[in-house]
């Protein structure tokens, strides 16, 4: 946490040292003095915050780490603002010794935490987990030539150690092993309790005292031979699990290992043969079976039908997990009476169910969340909790996720990967903890789009809120804000999910506020009064996302926000981005929302050497191309660039792209020497063609350049609206790098296509969407030999699917296609069944099909 950030605070440092040397480089002593202090506070803080998750001690240290490095932080972004550099020099000194001197004393506190363990469990009433059970004992009745390892993976409270329980204790399971252990590992490991919990199936004498070595050689010894379950409950990392399965015999083929973790790198790991298995969430239906079973004792037990519409709606808000299902019914048990009573207790939990559910102060979800919390190494912890600004049920994406958490300080150095590369990791590892669940992936495997469970992002909230990470601004019927527009000045980061015409009415002030972010669903336009509104309230403002805010006028207020990283506009006419915009010089991320064809850029952006995405659906056009400024290697986004600036000039500033979106008449391309080929760092490109003027049908894409005249590195390529013919896939069957191949909008236009042999070899992912194609055929078995995903969207006139593509394909979703398609695609379907042995084509079969 405070790591990141202070690391954060010194690079933000180095890049002011060039600009204003003289007010930060006699503070540089005490800038190291404040890393090495909050270093030492971390080192106890990492291990209090183990023991006592709950502790005053704790919340109070983190709170003090914060402060510290947030009024450091201040005083430096201040003093840019200010008239007087000496004056400025001596405050940020002053201020820097002041923090230093104060940090001394939580370190001592810490030591007095003692270490507080949760309970086990209780085993649970059970709803709707009949075909999971199914599928795993299925799995451990398999024949396998060696130990095998089964993996129930799923996020805290969802029923994993129910689910193995229930197997553990069935029938068929019981008969099938004659020997059954069940060992608990929890996240405070400790591998000589493991080996003991296991030696006792065996024998009761005391092994305690026997080193963890000889013990495991003895649970190998008991375990080699013969029929057996072992169940591994609450496995929490992959090195617990390295410490135990040393000890397994892995040559016992009837030997069967039963895992259950919310930690899905541990299920992969524990078995790389094996899928883990993805424990899903119950169903609306399911859900108020088991909140009636838990109140009523049976699951049809509601028999007031007044009851019946509140509790369904009740089960509804816990979104499927079970633990917060069996909280709620406590609750609802308790307030048990009269059926009258019933009623209003019942509408009252339905109105407050999220509050029930924090303040539950059991074994519940809280703190089965701040379990999982207090798991997460330092550097992913405000990742973490970041995630509670999205609104709730949103879907976040990945990519303007990935470039938030960069602007905040959140995304350290790693030598050798670049910074998104890194965060990218790091959503990854929430992921596979089971914090964040993927909403959508890219034909590349990539995340698109998450979200988070509602209670999950409670958590982070109530979280964020105890280590003023950020804090969401509320505003009840009446219009009262929570906290007041007169306390905001307190918070670093605010995040607003209404309509902010009332809160800007209030006129804000918070000058050490440095996130701004506006989720609000309906665009809405900003009154010209309101345009100065926000810089003017936030001078130190790092972060201003608000993609609802529309603007009628240039906000030229902003320019002077000098700390600005991450800007998104949005303005429908706008068309030309005046030369202040590059004042911005600590901007990384700029992202225009505009109507407009093209957006004339008139400012020097090879002097914004820290910008690293461009993004806008509008053709760019760079009028200062010949600025003063070097090359900008940290330029990663271009997109979208009218293709008059697709020159040398520009690929030679930008030599570091990896994504890059090119909008206009395309055919220029071909006539002009546009050196794409240089960008030996690009993967992803894109290529709209849009004509001044007339249709596209009318002015056709001639052809495309050779092989060698694209990016070696190339991934991903989308076409729009080029209209070419068929003959020309054969060009791009030839870029061995292409991976994913995206074309929309009559990109190729013609009634035949002979896809030879030979060519796309490396293609996975295929979309084609509208076109006028009539006949495809695949002439030959090697065609598309690592083809798995075919998305046919609005191709009415297409006949057949060729059968020849069933080999590779494992996914093949269509819509709006005529009856002989959807017949071919179904043929396709049995036939990869009967050539797979009955693993099935995932066959997605849209509304608009005939």
Same mark, same amino acid.
């Given at each position: 946490?405070?790591?990141?950030?202070?690391?954060?605070?010194?690079?933000n440092?180095?890049?002011?040292?060039?600009?204003?040397a003289?007010?930060?480089?006699?503070?540089?002593?005490?800038?190291?003095?404040?890393?090495?202090?909050?270093?030492?506070?971390?080192?106890?803080?990492r291990?209090?915050?183990?023991?006592?998750?709950?502790?005053?001690?704790?919340?109070?240290?983190?709170?003090?780490m914060?402060?510290?490095i947030?009024?450091?932080?201040?005083?430096?972004?201040?003093?840019?603002t200010?008239?007087?550099?000496?004056?400025?020099?001596?405050?940020?000194?002053?201020?820097?010794?002041?923090?230093?001197?104060?940090?001394?004393?939580?370190a001592?506190?810490?030591?007095s935490?003692?270490?507080?363990?949760?309970?086990?469990?209780?085993?649970?009433?059970?709803?709707?987990?009949?075909d999971?059970?199914?599928t795993?004992?299925k799995?451990?009745?398999e024949?396998?030539?060696?130990?095998?390892?089964?993996?129930i993976?799923?996020?805290?409270?969802?029923?994993?150690t129910?689910?193995?329980?229930?197997?553990?204790?069935?029938?068929?399971?019981?008969?099938?092993?004659?020997?059954?252990?069940?060992?608990?590992?929890?996240?405070?490991?400790?591998i000589?309790?493991?080996?003991?919990?296991?030696?006792?199936?065996?024998t009761?004498?005391?092994?305690?005292?026997?080193?963890?070595q000889?013990?495991?050689?003895?649970?190998?010894?008991?375990?080699?031979?013969?029929?057996?379950?072992?169940?591994?409950?609450d496995v929490?990392?992959?090195e617990?699990?390295n410490?135990?399965?040393?000890?397994?015999?892995r040559s016992?083929?009837?030997?069967?290992?039963?895992?259950?973790?919310?930690?899905?790198?541990?299920g992969?790991?524990?078995?790389?043969?094996r899928?883990?298995?993805?424990?899903?969430?119950?169903?609306?239906?399911e859900?108020?079976?088991?909140?009636?079973?838990?109140?009523?004792?049976?699951?049809?037990?509601?028999?007031?039908?007044?009851?019946?519409?509140?509790g369904?709606?009740?089960?509804?808000?816990?979104?499927?997990?079970?633990?917060?299902?069996?909280?709620?019914g406590?609750?609802?048990?308790?307030k048990?009476?009269?059926n009258?009573?019933n009623?209003?207790?019942?509408?009252?939990?339905?109105?407050?169910?999220?509050?029930?559910?924090?303040?539950?102060?059991?074994?519940?979800?809280?703190?089965i969340?701040?379990?999982?919390?207090?798991?997460?190494?330092?550097?992913?912890?405000?990742?973490?909790?970041y995630?509670?600004?999205?609104?709730?049920?949103?879907?976040?994406?990945?990519?303007?996720?990935?470039r938030?958490?960069?602007?905040?300080?959140?995304?350290?150095?790693k030598?050798?990967?670049?910074?998104?590369?890194?965060?990218?990791?790091?959503?990854?590892?929430?992921i596979?903890?089971?914090?964040v669940?993927?909403?959508?992936?890219?034909?590349?495997?990539?995340?698109?789009?998450?979200?988070?469970?509602?209670?999950?992002?409670?958590?982070?909230?109530?979280k964020?809120?105890?280590?003023?990470?950020?804090?969401?601004?509320?505003?009840?019927?009446?219009g009262?804000?929570?906290?007041?527009?007169?306390?905001?000045?307190?918070?670093?980061?605010?995040?607003?999910?209404?309509?902010?015409?009332?809160?800007?009415?209030a006129?804000p002030?918070?000058?050490?506020?440095?996130?701004?972010?506006?989720?609000?669903?309906?665009?809405?336009?900003l009154?010209?009064?309101?345009?100065?509104a926000?810089?003017?309230?936030?001078?130190?403002?790092?972060?201003w996302?608000?993609?609802?805010i529309?603007?009628?006028q240039?906000?030229?207020?902003?320019?002077? $926000?000098i700390h @600005?990283?991450?800007?998104?506009?949005?303005?429908?006419? /706008?068309?030309? =981005?005046?030369? +202040?915009i590059?004042? %911005?010089?600590?901007?990384?991320t700029?992202?225009?929302?505009?109507?407009?064809?093209?957006l004339?850029?008139?400012?020097?952006?090879?002097?914004?050497?820290?910008?690293?995405?461009?993004?806008?659906?509008?053709?760019?056009?760079?009028?200062?191309?010949?600025?003063?400024?070097?090359?900008?290697?940290?330029?990663?986004?271009?997109s979208?660039?009218?293709?008059?600036?697709?020159?040398e000039e520009?690929?030679?500033?930008?030599?570091?792209?990896?994504?890059l979106?090119?909008?206009g008449?395309?055919?220029?391309?071909?006539?002009?020497?546009?050196?794409?080929?240089?960008?030996?760092?690009?993967?992803?490109?894109?290529?709209?063609?849009?004509?001044?003027?007339?249709?596209?049908?009318?002015?056709? $894409?001639?052809? @495309?350049?050779?092989?060698?005249?694209?990016?070696?590195? /190339?991934?991903? =390529?989308?076409l +729009?609206?080029?209209? %070419?013919?068929?003959?020309?896939?054969?060009?791009?069957?030839?870029?061995n790098?292409?991976e994913?191949?995206?074309?929309?909008?009559?990109?190729?236009?013609?009634n035949?296509?002979?896809?030879?042999g030979?060519?796309?070899?490396?293609l996975?992912?295929?979309?084609?969407?509208?076109?006028?194609?009539?006949?495809?055929?695949?002439?030959?078995?090697?065609?598309?030999?690592?083809?798995?995903?075919?998305?046919?969207?609005?191709?009415?006139?297409l006949?057949?699917?060729?059968?020849?593509?069933?080999?590779?394909?494992?996914?093949?979703?269509i819509?709006?296609?005529?009856?002989?398609?959807?017949e071919?695609?179904?043929?396709?379907?049995?036939e990869?069944t009967?050539?797979?042995?009955?693993?099935? $084509?995932?066959?997605?079969?849209?509304?608009?099909?005939?």
């Open positions: 946490m405070a790591d990141a950030k202070i690391t954060f605070l010194l690079e440092r180095s890049q002011l040292m060039k600009h204003y003289d007010v930060i480089s006699e503070a540089e002593n005490e800038l190291k003095q404040l890393k090495n202090d909050v270093a030492l506070l971390e080192s106890y803080h291990q209090a915050i183990m023991k006592a998750e709950k502790g005053e001690v704790v919340r109070e240290m983190e709170r003090q914060r402060e510290a947030d009024d450091a932080e201040d005083t430096i972004d201040s003093c840019l200010e008239a007087g550099v000496a004056n400025a020099r001596n405050k940020l000194l002053r201020s820097l010794k002041t923090t230093n001197r104060g940090n001394g004393g939580l001592r506190e810490v030591e935490l003692r270490q507080n363990k949760f309970p086990l469990l209780r085993m649970d009433n059970v709803v709707g987990l009949e999971e059970e199914e795993i004992i799995y451990l009745r024949e396998t030539n060696a130990l095998d390892v089964i993996s993976i799923g996020m805290q409270g969802l029923g994993k129910t689910l193995a329980w229930k197997i553990y204790q069935n029938h068929i399971i019981q008969y099938e092993f004659p020997i059954r252990i069940w060992v608990y590992v929890s996240q405070e490991f400790n000589k309790d493991v080996f003991l919990s296991i030696l006792k199936a065996f009761q004498q005391d092994m305690s005292m026997m080193s963890d000889d013990l495991a050689l003895t649970v190998h010894e008991c375990l080699k031979t013969g029929k057996f379950l072992l169940v591994m409950d929490w990392n992959v617990a699990w410490a135990i399965q040393q000890a397994l015999p016992n083929k009837m030997g069967k290992v039963l895992l259950t973790s919310s930690n899905r790198i541990v992969s790991h524990a078995n790389v043969s899928q883990p298995h993805m424990l899903r969430f119950l169903t609306e239906e859900s108020w079976k088991l909140l009636q079973l838990e109140v009523f004792g049976k699951m049809n037990g509601c028999d007031d039908p007044v009851l019946e519409v509140i369904e709606n009740i089960a509804k808000q816990c979104d499927g997990l079970p633990l917060a299902i069996r909280v709620i406590g609750i609802l048990l308790d048990c009476s009269t009258q009573a009623r209003h207790a019942w509408k009252e939990v339905s109105e407050n169910v999220n509050k029930y559910l924090q303040n539950d102060e059991g074994y519940g979800v809280q703190d969340t701040a379990m999982s919390y207090n798991m997460l190494p330092e550097y992913l912890r405000d990742c973490f909790l995630l509670g600004v999205f609104p709730e049920d949103y879907e976040i994406p990945a990519w303007t996720l990935i938030l958490w960069i602007a905040e300080g959140f995304i350290q150095d030598e050798g990967q670049s910074l998104e590369e890194t965060a990218e990791e790091n959503l990854n590892d929430l596979n903890r089971n914090l669940m993927v909403d959508k992936s890219n034909p590349t495997g990539k995340v698109k789009t998450c979200r988070v469970h509602d209670l999950i992002r409670q958590f982070c909230i109530s964020a809120d105890e280590q003023n990470l950020f804090k969401e601004i509320k505003r009840s019927n009446e009262v804000f929570h906290p007041p527009v007169s306390d905001i000045h307190k918070y670093r980061r605010l995040c607003i999910h209404f309509h902010l015409l009332a809160f800007l009415s006129k002030k918070g000058r050490g506020i440095r996130s701004f972010l506006c989720f609000y669903k309906e665009a809405f336009v009154h010209p009064q309101y345009v100065s926000i810089p003017d309230a936030f001078t130190l403002l790092r972060v996302h608000s993609k609802s529309k603007f009628n240039f906000p030229a207020r902003v320019t002077k $926000l @600005l990283k991450y800007l998104t506009l949005s303005w429908d006419d /706008l068309d030309i =981005l005046p030369a +202040s590059s004042e %911005l010089w600590s901007l990384q700029l992202v225009i929302d505009t109507k407009s064809r093209t004339k850029i008139k400012a020097n952006i090879w002097k914004m050497i820290q910008l690293r995405h461009l993004k806008t659906k509008a053709a760019i056009e760079l009028l200062d191309i010949e600025g003063k400024g070097k090359a900008n290697e940290n330029l990663q986004t271009l979208r660039l009218s293709p008059k600036y697709c020159i520009v690929f030679d500033r930008a030599s570091n792209l990896k994504r979106g090119i909008r008449p395309l055919n220029s391309l071909l006539e002009a020497k546009h050196s794409l080929e240089k960008l030996a760092l690009l993967e992803n490109l894109k290529l709209v063609n849009d004509l001044d003027y007339g249709s596209v049908f009318e002015n056709p $894409l001639r052809g @495309l350049p050779p092989p060698s005249s694209f990016p070696p590195n /190339l991934k991903t =390529l989308t +729009s609206a080029t209209v %070419l013919d068929w003959k020309h896939m054969s060009t791009l069957g030839t870029i790098s292409l994913v191949l995206k074309l929309k909008d009559n990109a190729f236009s013609g035949f296509w002979n896809a030879v030979g060519g796309f070899l490396r996975r992912f295929l979309l084609i969407a509208t076109t006028d194609l009539v006949f495809w055929e695949v002439s030959s078995d090697d065609a598309f030999p690592s083809l798995q995903h075919l998305v046919l969207k609005d191709c009415r006139r006949g057949k699917i060729p059968a020849t593509l069933a080999k590779s394909l494992q996914i093949l979703e819509d709006r296609v005529g009856k002989s398609a959807v071919a695609a179904r043929e396709i379907e049995r990869k009967q050539l797979m042995q009955g693993h099935k $084509l995932k066959l997605f079969i849209g509304p608009g099909c005939e």
